[in-house]
Every structure is written in C-alpha cells, then in structure tokens.
C-alpha cells in the first residue's frame, strides 16, 4: 500500500527542522526524512556544540553580508527573522545569550536546545519522523511533484516536497549532495559547490611551525582585478594555513576567485587589525628610544605570541637585529611585514574542512516569496542547499530557520493522481 502525506521534507538540519514545525502548524500530515540515525547531527557540532543561531545586525546589513544576492532572503526574514525566531524559542522556553554584544547563542550552549525547540514540538503535533531513510528519487508527473522513491525502493504520495538536505561541507557529519542530486534530476541549475566558511590552504611550508598560535583580531586583505574583500578576527595558524573567523569569513571570496584561475592567490596579514604601519612604525620608535639593547623580536613578543615575533622577524631578515641598530630600510620592511604579510592561497580546502560550501541550487529558479521551485510545482528548497551562503556569525543559521519556516508554510497545488 503506498502511503499518502501532504508534505515530505528531505534532511533535518535547521531548514528541514523550521519547515517540519512550519508545516505542522499549517494542520498538513508531514513526513521528515533523515538518512543519519539521529535529527541534526551537523546542528549539533555547529559553534562547537553551542549553537551561534543569529545576531544582532540589522536586516539589511544581514542580507548584505551574504553578497549581491542577499536580498532574495527578504520574505523568508519578514515571516521568521530574528524577533520572531526569539519570540518563538521563548514560547518554547529555550533561553538565549548575546556574547561581544552580536552573536546569539541558547543560554545553555547546548545546541540540542535549538534543534530540539523544533524537533520536538512538531513530533507532538504529529509529524512522523524516519531516520536512516533518505529519498532516492522525485516522482514527477505532468511537471508537478506527486511523490517520492525512497532508497529501498518504496513510493509514497505526497502534494509538496521541501529538499533541505545541505551540501556535502563536513561529510564526516552525515552531509552529503544527494539533495542537489534530486534537484538536478528535477531538472534545476546547480551552481558548482566551493569551499565556503573553511580554513585557508597556504603555499608557504613553514606555516606549520606556528600551528595552535591564535590572534585575537587580526584582518587579511585579497586583491585581484577589480575584485577586493577585507575579513577581520580571530585567527588560528594551522598545520597547513589559517583558521578562525577573519580565514573562514574569506574563505568563500578567496577559493572561488581561486578556482577561476588555479593558481597561488596572494593575501596579506595585518597581525593586528587596529594598527596601521604608522602604528608599528611609532612602536619600532618606542622600542629603540626604550630599550636599544633588546633584540627586536625579544621586544615584539611583547605584542605577539613569541615564536610568532620571532618567525616575523626571521622572514623581515632582522631575526638578530637589536632595536637601536635597525636601519631605516629594515625598520620600513618590517612595518610593512606587520602589517600586510604576503601569504599565497595554493589549493581548495576539501570538503570535510569546509563548515558550509557555496554554490547549490540555482537562486533564479526559486521564488523567494515561497521557496517554491520555478520548474517543478510542489517543489520547494530551504537553507544551504541554495546557492546562498554568509559568513560565520549565525548568518547561516539563520537564514536556513527562516527559508525552511517559509518553505514549510507556503501552500502547494494539488498533484495526486
């Protein structure tokens, strides 16, 4: 016997977790399929397990900072943006916590509480949830969704299918691009994944001998052609480049501008963000009227982490330079080494480096109004399977709770045959 749902929703990370609760409440039998053993796994490891799932910008300097397309988000953010997400977890008495004054978390720092403020009210109202199940095929007739194959071959009936399965960024987690698979059979665009909110891969071999020094607010800077992007925050140095949020947020600008010309893409460091090489030339100043008998790297250190002075140094060529002995020449090469370090970008971070990828389903072929497919009716798409992706800071979050209980309340027509 086949069976018959109003709704059937492809993954349940946030998208598919706000589309389930959306769609509950609009009294639709729902079906929420999940090929992990357990909802939200990838939710569950976002901030570390914390769950940064908004922040404090507002809408329009949040759309901006998903790119020229930022806007297409603009009705899915009118329904659920940020008030009424917190409006809803407060009836769902889930707390929150603002931390430096801009990024939300749940007051416990437990992710489940997110993932769960939604699970659970929907699994009460009547949604049946299945993990490991996951859709193999849509069933499509007379260019309207009828319905689904699973893996195993079983058919179920439905009016509307939501495809909120991801990308494959974090495949250890269970993400996957079966998602964009079924999108593409459907016969939508797919704009080519990159890595997106990942760790920059560098050319320069003794990176790794800074590996686990941290910079509390640093800025990297790209420049090619006509195409320039500043990202600013903590940094990480890595085994192979740079992490934390000034890498992440770059990541996506940086590796598609990479793959458009592989070859190494030249970026640079201030180590400080707030100084400019005036700042750094004033504190050489200081340094050689203070203490002239120091070496340079000795009183650097006072600054940076000390085997990060001392590899600035080292590289600037005054590693055994006291700080009255520098000469003009040294003194301007450094300053200019503080605060734009050249670095090279040589390869893309793979996949499981990545937190999200850019790229996905194309954005012209959804209305926004919706999330509803352009091609195929019944079919609508919700969070990072898009081709819309932010940067760190709960954009992400975000955005997939707002598109996801958008896609879950828009109505579908009628298709059973």
Known sequence: ??????????????????????????????????????????????????????????????????????????????????????????????????????????????????????????????????????????????????????????????????LATGTNAMPQLGASSSGLALAQEAGHKITPLLPAMAPLFLAENWIKELSGISLPDAELSLSCGNTSQKSRGTLLFTHDGLSGMAALNLSDTAYRMWSNKPQKLKITLNFSAEKTQADYAQILENFAKETPDKLVKTSLSGLFPKALAAKICEISGVENRRNGDLKGSEKEFLCRNLCAFPLSIEKLSPPEKAMAMSGGVSLKEINPATMGSRLVKGLFFAGEITDLTGPCGGFNIQYALSSGYLAGTSPSPRCFR
């Open 1 to 162: 016997m086949i069976k018959r749902y109003h709704t059937i929703i492809c993954g349940s990370g946030p998208a598919g977790l706000a589309a389930s609760c959306a769609s509950i409440q609009a009294g639709r039998r729902t079906l929420l399929l999940e090929k992990n053993p357990e909802a939200g796994k990838k939710l569950l490891a976002s901030g570390s397990g914390k769950c940064n799932f908004s922040n404090t910008l507002p809408e329009d300097i949040f759309m901006s900072s998903f790119g020229r397309n930022g806007r297409f988000m603009t009705d899915a953010l009118r329904l659920f943006g940020r008030e009424q997400l917190l409006e809803y977890l407060h009836r769902q008495k889930v707390g929150h916590t603002i931390v430096d004054d801009l990024y939300y978390f749940p007051a416990s720092l437990k992710a489940a509480d997110i993932r769960d403020a939604f699970l659970n009210p929907a699994l009460a109202g009547g949604l049946i949830f299945k993990s490991g199940m996951a859709a193999k095929h849509l069933r499509i007739s007379d260019n309207c969704i009828i319905g689904v194959e699973l893996a195993d071959g079983t058919l179920l009936e439905c009016q509307k299918v939501i």
